[in-house]
């Protein structure tokens, strides 16, 4: 373990004392980490999907509230967080 930390703790020294490979490493970084803009057209032809957002009214009963939750694939995802219903009521 401490030979692999010696290693990179080498690279990132030997990476630093060049600002030319500083700025390559920053590039490669920002290029990975935003996605790649839509191929063509306005939102919704080829690149992000549309979907759609309307508040949930208050007067609305608990079985709308749950059926928007299951709609949307996050059911699922509260049920497995919350497995059990005093969790899911707290």
Same mark, same amino acid.
């Not at 373990?1 to 030319?20: C, E, T």
């Not at 549309?50 to 079985?63: C, E, G, T």
């Not at 299951?70 to 995802?77: A, E, V």
């Given at each position: ?7 990179? %703790?080498?690279?990132? /020294? $030997? ?11 920053? !590039?490669?970084?920002? *290029? ?17 999907? %549309?979907?759609?957002? /309307? $508040? ?11 059926? !928007?939750?299951?709609? *949307? ?18």
């Amino acid at each position: 373990m401490r030979k692999i930390v010696a290693r990179h %703790l080498a690279k990132l /020294q $030997r990476d630093l004392a060049d600002p030319a490979r500083v700025e390559r490493l920053r !590039e490669r970084l920002a *290029s990975h980490a935003y996605p790649p803009a839509p191929a063509a057209g306005p939102v919704g032809k080829h690149g992000i999907r %549309l979907v759609r957002q /309307q $508040r949930i009214p208050q007067y609305a009963p608990d079985w709308y509230f749950e059926q !928007e939750l299951r709609r *949307s694939g996050l059911w699922t995802m509260m049920e497995g967080c919350y497995p059990t219903r005093q969790a899911q009521c707290q």
